[in-house]
C-alpha cells in the first residue's frame, strides 16, 4: 500500500511502529524515528518495549532522544475511575530499558570501547525526576547519562538538533484536578534522604543517584504531550544548465556555490549563490496526537499550538476509539485538508502477534504436548485496515516521509495451519519424535498423586539479565489447587520481571482476570530488576479485578519496598491492600522480629495455608534470598532465585517435591558464572541431588542459550524438566518430561550464539 504526493523534502527519514495497544505492551504507541545519523523514540516506553525493539532488529544503543506523551496522572488514583492510562502505562518499560543501555554502554573487558550510547535524553513530564529517583534503589550504573528535558510550562522550548525540529505541545487538563487529599499524600512523600542529592548542571543525572525535585512537582493539573515534528529544510537543487550559460566552467566554482560563497568570473561579474540555486525545499512535519479520552478532547482541540504549527503531510493518532469517532476530532481534522494521511493507533488492546519467535517455538512445544506447553493467544493477529481516511496501524508498520510519502504495511505472519505444515517438511524427524513422546506422556495414568503433586507450576519468564527474542526475564507462576474447591486455585509469583502481566495475559486469554484476582503472594528473590520490573503493573492490573478488602502479600527486600511506596506518590498503586514481609524477617536464623512483623507473617500463613516459609542468604548480591515453603498437605516448594551454589539453601529445602533452580551458564563456563554469581547446569543439578528434591526445574537461562540449554542430566539425578517461556507442568508431570528429551534436542540443534 503506498501513497504518492507532491515532491516535498529530499531528506528521507522513516517512522516505525514499534509497539502498539496489545497484552504486552503499553496501550500507548512507541514509535521509532529514524534519520541515517540519528534515532528517537515517541510516545512510551512501557513494559516490553525494549523486546519489541530487539525483535524488530532495530538498535536499542542508537536511540539518543525519547519524547513521552503522558505526564500528570493521578486522578487515576480514583480507583473508581479505571478508564485514564497509568504512568506506568508510559514509563513501565524505562527501568528496565535504561538498565539494558547502560550494560551495553559498559566498556567491553577487552579495553575496547563500548558500542552503546553513553547519553540519552529524557523529554517530558516533570514526574521524570521523581520517576528516575525511585528507581535509584535498583539502578546502579554510573556509564549511562540522563539528561533530562522537562516541560516546566505551556510554551516549553523547541528541541532542534541537525535532523528535526520537535515542538511539545503541552496539554493540561483543568476538569482533571488533584484533589486536596491527593495533594497532601504527595507532598508527604518519602524525601530523598537517603542518597546525597546530585546536583549536576544542564540536568544530567546518572542512573542510580538521587534526583533533586522541583518545587513544581506538588501542583496538581494532569498534563500530557503531543508532538509537532519538522524536519529542517534541505537546500534547492543546482541549476548547471543556468550555471552554465551564465559563464561558470570550472568544476571548483560550481563547488564555491553550493557551498553558499560567491564566485567571480573573469570579466569581474559577480555571481551569487542564488542565481544558480532553486530556494530551499522546506522541512516535512507530521504530528503525534496524544488524546486518551474524550476528557481530553477540548483542552487538546483548543490549544493554539496547532495554528502556529507547519502543516502536516501525516498526522499519527495514538487516542482512544470515541474521540476518534468524536465529530469535534473529525471537523478538526478535516482542517487539514485531504492530502494528509492519517494514521491511528487506537489506545484499546488489540492482539497483534508481537514476539514471533517465541510464538514459533511454543507452537513447535505444543506438538509435544497441549497442556504443559499451550498455545495461549500468542498467535492472533490483526493485520493493518483502513477505516474511512484512517490507516489503522499495527506493529512494524513504517512511514517514509521524503520525496514521496510511503506507507508500508508489514508482511502478516503465516496462519498456525502453514506454520505447521512448513515444520512437517522442514522438521519430520521433531514432528514424529513429538507425536511419540506426547502419546507416551498422555498415556501415563494419573491416579495416584502425591498430595500437593498437582500444582502447576508456569514459567512465564526462564530468560536471564534482559529479555531476548526467545526467553522474557524471570517469572514463575505456582498455581495451587484450593483444598475442597475442584478447579479452583490461588495463585503465587516467584519473581515477577518486565512483561510478566503480558506474558499472563497471552497464557490465559479470557481467563486471564481471574488468575490475577486468585494471586495472593508476591515473592521478589533479590532487587535486580530482571527480577521485579513487572510487579508495578500486576499491582496495578490486580486492583481492578479485586475487591477492596482483598490483600495481596509482597515479600521482598526493604529496598523493594521503598521503590513501591515512592513510586506510589506518583501513580496509582494499592499499597493500603499490599501487606509487606521482609525477606530477612523469614531467615533461618529468624532475627529478632517485632510483633506487628510476626502476626503479618502468621496471616501471610493462614491466606497460603502454609506449616513452614524459610529464607537464606542466597551467594549473589547484597539482600539477595533462596525460599522454601511447605503447604499444609505437606508439599514442599523450593526457590533459589538467583545464586551459586548455596548449602543453606539444601537444609531449608531438604526433600523438596519441587524445586525451581537457577542454571544460568553450561558446565564450561564455571568461571563467568562465579564471577557473575550464577550456577552451571551441574552446579544446579548437584544442589538439587544433595538437597535429595524429588522434581527439579531449571531456569533463568543465560540469554546465550536462547533456545535448548545443553543440559547433562545423569542418570541419578532427580526428575529434571527445562523451563521455557509459558510451559505450565504439574509436580506430577515432570517426571515424564525425559521423554521430551530427545524430540526437543532434534528441534533445537543450532549452537548457541555468540556472546
Ligand atoms: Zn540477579
Not at 487515576?76 to 551495553?104: H, K, R, T
Not at 530551499?280 to 504530528?287: I, N, S, T
Not at 517485632?594 to 493462614?606: D, G, K, V, Y
Request: net charge negative; aromatic share 8%.
Amino acid at each position: 500500500m503506498s501513497q504518492k504526493r507532491v515532491a516535498h523534502g529530499n531528506r528521507t527519514f522513516t517512522v516505525q511502529f514499534v509497539s502498539t495497544s496489545s497484552p504486552e505492551t503499553s496501550p500507548i504507541p512507541c514509535i521509532h524515528l529514524f534519520f541515517d545519523s540519528k534515532r528517537y523514540l515517541f510516545g512510551s516506553v512501557g513494559e516490553s518495549c525494549q523486546r519489541c525493539v530487539l525483535s524488530q532488529q532495530l538498535r536499542l544503543a542508537r536511540i539518543e532522544d525519547v519524547f513521552f506523551c503522558q505526564g500528570y496522572s493521578l486522578q487515576n488514583y480514583n480507583q473508581e475511575d479505571n478508564n485514564e492510562l497509568s504512568l506506568w502505562d508510559c514509563y513501565g518499560g524505562l527501568p528496565g530499558f535504561l538498565l539494558s543501555l547502560a550494560d551495553i554502554g559498559e566498556p567491553k573487558g577487552d579495553g575496547k570501547d563500548s558500542i552503546g550510547n553513553s547519553k540519552l535524553v529524557l523529554h517530558g513530564s516533570r514526574e521524570l525526576p521523581k520517576l528516575l529517583s525511585c528507581m535509584r534503589h535498583f539502578t546502579y550504573h554510573d556509564v549511562l547519562d540522563i539528561q533530562l528535558d522537562i516541560f516546566d510550562d505551556e510554551c516549553p522550548a523547541t528541541f532542534s538538533d541537525d535532523n528535526i525540529n520537535v515542538y511539545p505541545v503541552v496539554i493540561q487538563n483543568p476538569t482533571l484536578q488533584v484533589s486536596p487529599a491527593k495533594r497532601r499524600k504527595r507532598e508527604h512523600a518519602p524525601k530523598d534522604d537517603e542518597n546525597s542529592l546530585v546536583n549536576e548542571p544542564n540536568n544530567v543525572v546518572h542512573l542510580g543517584s538521587a534526583v533533586p525535585q522541583s518545587d513544581a512537582y506538588n501542583e496538581g493539573i494532569d498534563t500530557h504531550f503531543s508532538y509537532v515534528v519538522q524536519s529542517h529544510p534541505s537546500p534547492g537543487r543546482f541549476d548547471a544548465k543556468k550555471a552554465k550559460s551564465l559563464g561558470i566552467t570550472k568544476g571548483a566554482d560550481c563547488g564555491k556555490l553550493a557551498r553558499n560563497e560567491n564566485v567571480q568570473l573573469p570579466d569581474g561579474t559577480i555571481i551569487k549563490p542564488s542565481d544558480v540555486i532553486g530556494p530551499d525545499v522546506p522541512g516535512l512535519c507530521f504530528y503525534f496526537v496524544y488524546c486518551p479520552s474524550l476528557n481530553w478532547l477540548e483542552a487538546t482541540l483548543e490549544h493554539s499550538a496547532w495554528s502556529r504549527a507547519p502543516k502536516p503531510v501525516c498526522i499519527i493518532h495514538a487516542v482512544s476509539q470515541d474521540v476518534l469517532n468524536h465529530p469535534s476530532y473529525l471537523s478538526w481534522l478535516n482542517s487539514f485538508g485531504d492530502n494528509v494521511s492519517h494514521l491511528v493507533s487506537p489506545l484499546e488492546p488489540n492482539h497483534s502477534v508481537l514476539f514471533y519467535k517465541s510464538s514459533l517455538t511454543s507452537l513447535a512445544l505444543n506438538l509435544l504436548h497441549p497442556t504443559i506447553f499451550p498455545l495461549g493467544t500468542s498467535f492472533l493477529q490483526t493485520k493493518l485496515c483502513k477505516d474511512g481516511r484512517f490507516f489503522k496501524v499495527v506493529p512494524r508498520t513504517t512511514f517514509t516521509f521524503g520525496k514521496t510519502l510511503k506507507l508500508n504495511e508489514p508482511e502478516a505472519y503465516p496462519s498456525i495451519d502453514s506454520l505447521l505444515d512448513t515444520l512437517k517438511i522442514e522438521n519430520p524427524d521433531y514432528v514424529r519424535l513429538a507425536g511419540k513422546a506426547r502419546e507416551l506422556v498422555c498415556q501415563k495414568t494419573t491416579s495416584m498423586i502425591e498430595p500437593g503433586h498437582d500444582i502447576q507450576l508456569i514459567t512465564l519468564g526462564t530468560g536471564s539479565a534482559m529479555p531476548s527474542l526467545y526467553r522474557n526475564v524471570s517469572a514463575n507462576l505456582l498455581r495451587i489447587p484450593i483444598f475442597g474447591e475442584t478447579n479452583k486455585t490461588y495463585n503465587i509469583l516467584l519473581d515477577c520481571g518486565e512483561g510478566t502481566l503480558g506474558r499472563m495475559a497471552r497464557q490465559f486469554g479470557d481467563r486471564l482476570t481471574e488468575e490475577l484476582a486468585a494471586l495472593r503472594w508476591i515473592y521478589i528473590s533479590h532487587m535486580h530488576a530482571d527480577h521485579h520490573a513487572g510487579v508495578n503493573g500486576i499491582l496495578q492490573a490486580w486492583a481492578k479485578v479485586t475487591e477492596p478488602d482483598q490483600v495481596l502479600f509482597i515479600t521482598a527486600p526493604q529496598a523493594f519496598y521503598n521503590w513501591l511506596s515512592e513510586y506510589a506518590t506518583l501513580d496509582s498503586l494499592p499499597m493500603d491492600r499490599v501487606v509487606f514481609i521482609n525477606n530477612t524477617a523469614l531467615r533461618n536464623d529468624r532475627p529478632n522480629i517485632t510483633e506487628a512483623c510476626s502476626r503479618e507473617i502468621s496471616h501471610l500463613f493462614n491466606s497460603l495455608g502454609l506449616n513452614s516459609l524459610l529464607t537464606v542468604p542466597a551467594i549473589h548480591c547484597a539482600y539477595s534470598f533462596c525460599v522454601a515453603f511447605t503447604l499444609s498437605n505437606g508439599c514442599k516448594i523450593a526457590y533459589s532465585g538467583d545464586t551459586r551454589p548455596c548449602l543453606p539453601f539444601c537444609n531449608i529445602g531438604f526433600n523438596a517435591d519441587l524445586l525451581i533452580h537457577e542454571a544460568t551458564l553450561e558446565d564450561t563456563m564455571q568461571d563467568i558464572a562465579i564471577k557473575k554469581q550464577h550456577c552451571t547446569h551441574k552446579e544446579a543439578l548437584d544442589i538439587a541431588k544433595q538437597m535429595q528434591a524429588k522434581n527439579v526445574v531449571l531456569t533463568h537461562f543465560s540469554q546465550r542459550y536462547p533456545k535448548l540449554p545443553d543440559v547433562h542430566i545423569e542418570s541419578d539425578s532427580p526428575n529434571v524438566a527445562l523451563a521455557f517461556d509459558g510451559m505450565a507442568i504439574r509436580i506430577h508431570e515432570i517426571s515424564q518430561f525425559q521423554h521430551f528429551v530427545e524430540p526437543l534436542k532434534t528441534l533445537f540443534s543450532e549452537k548457541p550464539i555468540e556472546s
